[in-house]
């Protein structure tokens, strides 16, 4: 080997010019100009004339809001244009500073006002060499749209590129050719929430001796594409969260990646909401520890194959496919999981998925198994029998939402630790058979939705649950339409602060016996009973008796407390279903296609709810609730048409009876209720809305 006395490049002995400036192996003289020999103290002189200069590195913190250029009092934000340009440095632009590493005047800085804003220049007579500490070099020059290298940039000397180009928001363009990356070991953050760049050409880069890749492309989200072919990662141990929220990109190539090394892939490619394509069958993961929300959000991915991922040393798997709602089909059969500790959300909304092979899963580790299938509303069958479960603290949601599952044994289930069950069977509503006859609640503080609309159980053995500590009962049974027998009398209620609408709608349910139940003062029975069979049997005493500071009462007299109505339902439609279901709000039901013309409501809107305020049903007044918003008519004057939006309703300050009208925020919504046909409570209408409007809070 020998190397270059211009460019110090290492060449092979066989090499007679440097393959990297041309210069001959044997020359000191300069160019051809000259057959004379030189002195050794003139090609020393000529090397250092000859030497590019090296760039000073300019490594700011991440967390500095309003970074300055290269220690000036010049602030990155103001800068427009970057750019690298040749210059005599005996003629140096007026205002410029030395920005080069040796501080030997070889590299200067300035800035000027030109049309496209403030362009930033950095000059040097022959190009200059990228610091190796090219950390944050480029960060946060949030208005830069365009960076020129001009060739005169040599990053073949780059370790460090942590940052480079991180929170450059408004980049449109980049071109790295010619960059040579070989040396780089660190390209973390490298374009982290490069949010404008469309397109980006790594397909020459070298990236043998990388090591981190963590955020590398994090919020990139007008990226379309990346060809990654190029890169070779045998290197590469952390690659957490690198296409993050990449939102336009419909195909990450990253088939030749090699991960032997790869500790991390935490939300490796979460929020690719529009990726179409990944091949990730060749990934070796027999290393990595993490793998939560890997592929979380990829919600038009229909297949990912992960039959051959090693998963022996992971230890988390949170979120890892949740809400990949148009995955059809995923093969996890051979699944290592002996170490998982938590799997919660693993699955969640991954609503097309008709199989799941689980079987396999040891999960004697798990401390939390809540939302796990939560969504899975395709699913037909879900093989859990063989779950070990003596570590879980958490099953809150864990099956909610299985609405096709006939069948599910979970009677092995080992809940000694259990703190949270709430709405853990939620809308199971094809299940016939349920044995939670092994459930040990000693610990469960939360059972509230824990069976709500289970509609084909006819029959659910709870007696001997042990609810001493259990605090929320809300709707636990609520809508179980067909159970026919419960035995609760051995509730503990004492600490339980919330039962509203505990066994409402269990039409079938005809005896229930509560009188060992203790409700304190503040405690919330509102609907507690509603529609339930047993309220309405005689078998059920009549009276209320105190005891201490604690009082028991039947379901009658429970219906007399009840002194306002809250409509409950997980959709503006079932609220609006909730609400019909009163007898006295029936009628409110009663417009038809007379209103609908009146209102110009669309064939487009589906209508919840339509009224009929108009004498002899001439359909002229009234108003409609639809998946849209309220359409309805000012009472009022020119009596124009309304139309309020669920935005609209959502922010409103206030919803009452105001001079003898329904109203929000001033706008008369519903009826004169003095001249209405019926004598529906326009209360009941403010309850509604109010209902309404908690909903549109917690959901959008």
């Known amino acids: 080997m020998w190397k270059c ?126 610091n190796p500490n090219c950390q944050n070099l480029f960060w946060r020059y949030r208005n830069v749209k365009e960076i020129v290298f001009n060739d005169l940039f040599d990053t073949s000397r780059i370790i460090d590129a942590n940052g480079m180009f991180g929170e450059c928001i408004n980049l449109t363009a980049l071109n790295l050719d010619g960059f040579q990356m070989e040396n780089i070991r660190d390209m973390g953050y490298m374009f982290l929430n490069c949010k404008s760049l469309q397109e980006l050409d790594l397909t020459n880069a070298s990236t043998d001796n990388v090591e981190n890749m963590a955020y590398m492309f994090m919020n990139c989200e007008k990226l379309r594409e990346l060809d990654l072919r190029s890169f070779k990662t045998g290197k590469l141990k952390n690659t957490r969260s ?9 195909k990450i190539d990253v088939s030749s990646f090699e991960t032997d090394k790869v500790e991390d892939m935490f939300a490796m490619f979460k929020g690719c909401i ?92 798990v401390k939390n198994m809540s939302n796990m299938f939560k969504g899975c509303g395709n699913l037909e069958e879900l093989d859990v029998s063989n779950f070990d479960t003596r570590s879980v603290e958490n099953m809150h949601d864990m099956f909610n939402g299985c609405e096709k599952l006939e069948r599910l044994d979970v009677s092995g289930f080992d809940t000694s630790r259990v703190t949270d069950m709430y709405g853990m069977f939620y809308e199971c509503r094809k299940l016939e058979r349920l044995d939670v006859d092994s459930f040990n609640t000693e610990l469960v503080k939360d059972m509230g939705f824990m069976f709500c609309k289970c509609e084909r159980l006819t029959e659910i053995n709870v007696s001997h649950f042990k ?39 269990c039409e079938n349910l005809t005896q229930l016996d509560t009188s060992n139940f203790y409700y304190a003062p503040n405690v919330n029975v509102e609907g507690m009973f509603k529609e339930c069979g047993a309220s309405k049997d005689n078998t059920v005493p009549d009276f209320a008796r105190k005891q201490k500071t ?13 002194n306002r ?87 409103a300050k206030a919803i009452d009876v105001k001079n003898n009208s329904v109203r929000i925020d ?26 309404i409007r908690a909903f549109l809070k917690r959901t959008f």
């Not at 305020?613 to 108003?623: I, L, Q, Y």
């Open 550 to 562: 604690l009082y028991v009462f039947n379901g009658e007299e429970m219906d007399k407390r009840e």
């Open 5 to 130: 006395i211009r460019c110090e490049k290492e060449n092979q002995d066989s090499t007679e010019k440097c393959i990297n400036c041309g210069h001959g192996k044997t020359m000191d003289y300069t160019g051809h100009r000259s057959v004379s020999r030189l002195r050794p103290e003139m090609t020393e002189t000529w090397k250092k004339q000859k030497e590019k200069p090296m760039l000073m590195a300019d490594d700011v913190e991440d967390d500095e809001e309003q970074p300055a250029v290269f220690g000036s009092i010049l602030l990155r934000q103001q800068i427009n244009k970057i750019e690298f340009v040749k210059i005599d440095l005996k003629n140096v632009p007026t205002g410029a500073w030395d920005v080069s590493a040796n501080r030997d005047r070889t590299i200067w800085a300035w800035a000027s006002r030109e049309e496209d804003g403030i362009i930033l220049q950095i000059g040097s007579e022959n190009g200059v060499y990228a």
């Open 565 to 651: 109505r809250h409509y409950i339902g997980n959709s503006i439609e079932e609220i609006c279903q909730n609400f019909l279901s009163y007898k006295d709000n029936k009628s409110i039901n009663n417009g038809q296609g007379k209103v609908r013309n009146t209102l110009n409501i669309s064939d487009s809107d589906k209508i919840y709810l339509i009224h009929d305020d108009s004498w002899f049903s001439r359909g002229k007044n009234g108003f409609a609730i639809t998946d849209k918003g309220i359409y309805t008519k000012y009472l009022y004057y020119d009596k124009s048409k309304v139309f309020i939006p669920w935005e609209m309703l959502k922010k």
């Open 666 to 691: 001033e706008i008369a919504i519903a009826f004169n209720y003095k001249n209405s046909r019926d004598n529906s409570n326009p209360w009941e209408l403010v309850r509604l809305f109010d209902s």
């Open 274 to 365: 529009n990726l179409e394509e990944l091949d990730v069958s060749r990934f070796k993961t027999s290393n990595v520890k993490t793998m939560v929300a890997m592929f979380r959000e990829c919600s038009k991915l229909r297949r990912i194959d992960v039959s051959n991922f090693e998963t022996g040393n992971v230890e988390d798997m949170c979120c890892m496919f949740m809400e990949c709602s148009g995955l059809e089909e995923l093969n996890i059969s051979n699944f290592i999981t002996d170490k998982v500790e938590n799997m919660h959300d693993i699955f969640y909304k991954c609503a097309n998925l008709k199989e799941l092979d689980v079987s396999r899963f040891n999960t004697k580790c």
């Open 467 to 505: 609810t001493d500590q259990v605090e929320n009962m809300e709707a636990m049974f609520n809508g179980c339409y067909n159970l026919r027998k419960l035995d609760v009398s051995g509730f503990d209620t004492r600490k339980a602060t919330n039962m509203k609408d505990m066994f409402s709608f």
């Open 242 to 250: 690198m296409f993050y929220n990449c939102k336009e990109i419909k």
